[in-house]
């Protein structure tokens, strides 16, 4: 049995994410009908959650949620980089990985957890395989008689180095997704 519940788990996922903190403690505040989280910090005295960084507070929401037995269904999670350290940005993507659930055809009506990470940084997306991500871009579309519009377009990646040789367009390879954040970097891609 686990003496703190479901704490445990998350604290442990918290401590292995963030350098410094030990110890995650939540206490009822009666008078306040308010709950106090304390982040244990290594050689400090506890922080109060009001005073750390919007980062830490993000992998801590995320980490609570994704522990919550109760929920289960599909998170969505824009821009995990926002306010976490790049070298910690890997270990998060894993940590995200572990504890979603893999969709299997015998899935079919069980509850499960699944996460929608939508980034722009390298170092989330090197933590991807492949077959985990989606691509999207902006296409103009042109309709006889409707004139033109821009919409969304998704498409799976192939972890290859070549350029798309795809002429429809329905898939794209890992050079034309460095290609992209190169754009971004001012660099050309490897």
């Not at 959650?49 to 999670?77: I, M, N």
């Amino acid at each position: 049995t686990r003496p703190r519940g479901i704490l445990t788990e998350i604290a442990a996922d918290l401590v292995s994410l963030i350098p410094g903190v030990v110890d995650l403690r939540v206490e009822k505040e009666e008078r306040n009908r308010e709950w106090r989280v304390d982040l244990g910090l290594r050689d400090e005295p506890p922080f109060s959650s009001r005073v750390v960084s919007d980062g830490t507070l993000r992998v801590l929401a995320l980490l609570t949620l994704l522990h919550d037995p109760k929920h289960r269904g599909l998170v969505c999670f824009e821009e995990p980089e926002h306010g976490v350290h790049p070298g910690r940005l890997k270990e998060l993507v894993d940590r995200l990985r572990a504890l979603t659930t893999e969709l299997t055809a015998s899935d079919c009506g069980k509850q499960t957890l699944q996460v929608l990470v939508n980034s722009h940084s390298p170092v989330v997306l090197s933590g991807l395989a492949a077959e985990e991500m989606l691509f999207a871009d902006m296409v103009t579309v042109v309709q006889p008689g409707a004139g033109k519009s821009r919409r969304t377009r998704m498409r799976p990646v192939r972890r290859d180095k070549q350029a798309s040789l795809d002429r429809n367009g329905e898939t794209v390879g890992t050079y034309d997704v460095e290609r992209y954040l190169s754009t971004v970097q001012g660099m050309e891609p490897s």
